[in-house]
């Protein structure tokens, strides 16, 4: 798991049940993406949640599942002033 803590205190990671982060106060949970078949039985990752593209068509589930997690982890998990200031660095 990644968290990621930003210069105004906000707290990013990608949700899972590993550890409970409410212990740390008050959260705000946003969905990410949709991840839907379409009506021939393939499989997207819709991430207009966060502004990002449609993935797919995937074959399974799962691989579209994993390419929702690669694409928040390489473009929402750190914000683009975050990830502008490694980039120089």
Same mark, same amino acid.
Not at 3 to 13: A, K, S
Not at 33 to 47: L, R
């Given at each position: ?38 009506? %021939? ?11 990002? !593209?449609? *993935?797919?068509?995937?074959?399974? #589930?799962?691989?579209?599942?994993? %390419? ?11 914000? !683009?002033? *975050?990830?502008?200031?490694?980039? #120089?660095?």
């Amino acid at each position: 798991m990644q968290l990621v803590i930003t210069p105004v205190g906000d707290l990013r990671y990608l949700y899972d049940e590993s550890l409970n982060l409410s212990t740390l106060g008050s959260m705000h949970i946003q969905r990410g993406s949709h991840v839907e078949p379409d009506f %021939a039985g393939q499989w997207f990752a819709d991430m207009s949640p966060v502004s990002g !593209p449609r *993935l797919g068509p995937f074959p399974r #589930r799962s691989d579209a599942l994993s %390419a929702e997690v690669a694409w928040l982890r390489d473009h929402w998990l750190l914000p !683009p002033m *975050l990830s502008d200031a490694s980039a #120089r660095a």
